[in-house]
């Protein structure tokens, strides 16, 4: 059958070398109206799939966004990859949400320090598996949730250096595997073979991030911390913090409940399942430890002074946490990740921001909320940081 419109056109290429003849122009003014309706369609479906579904994240079938969002990461080498390097600290400390729009490809961060951090990780939950894991019922199915989709979707997607899916049948079953190449784990891709706290305990050993789950309760749907595993705590007990409120979990914090309290809680509410968004703390960490229940606040009382004789300066670290949140879009849980960051305070003087830091610890008690300085326990290190970041020795 002959389509008037290709048949001009093989006119055109053939016979007339570039040049359109009488009929095929004819043609093309007769269907103009029809071509560009076409034309202006296909901009629209490219635009909304460019910027409306891209640029949400959005979720097919109501799951958390699939391997098209997640951005692979290839020829990944983790044994040669910094860590980020935050330098969040200003001369004023000013308390806000302070949150940023994150992308979900960023969820997860691995760098050099993974196996030793995984090998530390691994030791935590099994010494201290009280103080690191739990899970409230309310909590069961957004932690399975949680699990298959980053064993079955996110790592092998972001990481395939690192995590691979194996598919192996096993009596007449197909079943699929996630191997860590770096530990040489083997992990099982579907949460109804393991208990909520095995899922937890898997997640705590693959990726270096903290995971607190959060679930609407109560008539006034306070999110409520029912779940997590979270191996380092900065200087208080996860244990204390399970089955409360945020109000309650930030009554140390001070002026939370005047500054921060109602955004935050209109923030929560409002998050939609497929938007990820992220954001920084900053403290000092005299000792350098990762797994603090204590001594990294000042909840009152304690006013001691830090000497020269009790600090070691080659211990001491700025410590920052990269904080994510986002909506599991079944269960509607709140995932809240934490991934902590050391760095030494002879890196932070090499580079020559000692001066800086020193001042943002006199910004502590400047800024917006002074007791911040208090909080953060600088009425205990303060003096000796100071002096130290302001010297020109160096532990190195
Ligand atoms: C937008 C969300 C959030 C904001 C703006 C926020 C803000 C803060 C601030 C300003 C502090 C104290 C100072 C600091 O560490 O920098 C703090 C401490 C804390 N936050 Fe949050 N937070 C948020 C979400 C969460 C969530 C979802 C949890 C879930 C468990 C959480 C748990 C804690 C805990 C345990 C502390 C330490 C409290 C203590 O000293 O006992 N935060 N938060």
């Given at each position: 059958m002959a389509i008037p419109f290709f048949d001009?056109?093989?006119?055109?290429?053939?016979?007339n070398d570039g040049i359109l003849d009488g009929p095929a122009i004819a043609w093309l003014q007769k269907h103009a109206i029809v071509?560009?309706?076409?034309?202006?369609?296909?901009?629209?479906?490219?635009?909304?799939?460019?910027i409306?579904?891209?640029?949400?994240?959005?979720?097919?079938?109501?799951?958390?966004?699939?391997?098209?969002?997640?951005?692979?990461?290839?020829?990944?080498?983790?044994?040669?990859?910094?860590?980020?390097?935050?330098?969040?600290f200003k001369?004023?400390?000013?308390?806000?949400?302070?949150?940023?729009?994150?992308?979900?490809?960023?969820?997860?961060?691995?760098d050099?320090?993974?196996?030793?951090?995984?090998?530390?990780?691994?030791?935590?939950?099994?010494?201290?598996?009280?103080?690191?894991?739990?899970?409230?019922?309310?909590?069961?199915?957004?932690?399975?949730?949680?699990?298959s989709?980053?064993?079955?979707?996110?790592?092998?997607?972001?990481?395939?250096?690192?995590?691979?899916?194996?598919?192996?049948?096993?009596?007449?079953?197909?079943?699929?595997?996630?191997?860590?190449?770096?530990?040489?784990?083997?992990?099982?891709?579907?949460?109804?073979?393991?208990?909520?706290?095995d899922a937890l305990r898997i997640i705590g050993r693959q990726v270096e991030e903290d995971f607190l789950f959060l679930l609407p309760s109560g008539p006034e749907e306070q999110l409520?911390?029912?779940?997590?595993?979270?191996?380092?705590?900065?200087?208080?007990?996860?244990?204390?913090?399970?089955?409360?409120?945020?109000?309650?979990?930030?009554?140390?914090?001070?002026?939370?409940k005047k500054k921060l309290q109602l955004s935050m809680d209109r923030f929560l509410s409002r998050l939609e399942p497929g938007k990820f968004v992220k954001r920084l703390n900053w403290s000092i960490t005299p000792t350098g430890e990762l797994f603090a229940l204590q001594d990294l606040h000042n909840y009152g009382g304690h006013e001691e002074e830090l000497t020269l004789e009790n600090f070691d300066p080659s211990k001491a670290c700025l410590r920052c946490e990269r904080q994510t949140l986002h909506r599991l879009p079944k269960s509607r849980a709140?995932?809240?990740?934490?991934?902590?960051?050391?760095?030494?305070?002879?890196s932070i003087k090499a580079e020559g921001l000692g001066s800086q830091l020193a001042e943002a610890v006199d910004g502590l008690r400047n800024g917006s909320s002074p007791m911040m300085y208090v909080y953060k326990n600088a009425v205990s290190w303060g003096k000796v940081v100071q002096d130290y970041l302001r010297s020109e020795s160096s532990q190195s």
């Open positions: 001009n056109l093989t006119t055109f290429s053939r016979e071509i560009a309706a076409l034309v202006s369609c296909a901009v629209i479906v490219w635009y909304y799939r460019q409306v579904v891209q640029g949400s994240q959005l979720l097919e079938n109501g799951n958390l966004p699939s391997a098209v969002d997640i951005v692979p990461l290839h020829d990944f080498h983790w044994d040669e990859t910094e860590p980020l390097a935050y330098r969040p001369s004023q400390y000013h308390l806000t949400m302070g949150v940023q729009q994150a992308e979900v490809s960023e969820l997860i961060q691995i050099r320090m993974y196996l030793d951090r995984i090998q530390l990780r691994k030791d935590l939950i099994a010494r201290h598996e009280d103080q690191v894991l739990a899970v409230n019922p309310p909590a069961i199915e957004a932690v399975r949730e949680l699990y989709w980053l064993v079955d979707q996110y790592l092998p997607q972001r990481y395939g250096d690192i995590f691979e899916l194996h598919r192996q049948e096993s009596s007449g079953n197909i079943e699929t595997f996630l191997q860590n190449k770096v530990t040489d784990d083997i992990v099982p891709i579907d949460p109804s073979l393991q208990s909520p706290e409520v911390l029912e779940a997590y595993i979270a191996c380092f705590p900065a200087g208080f007990a996860w244990t204390m913090k399970r089955g409360k409120t945020l109000a309650e979990i930030h009554q140390p914090v001070p002026d939370y709140i995932v809240f990740t934490i991934k902590t960051y050391m760095y030494p305070l002879d």
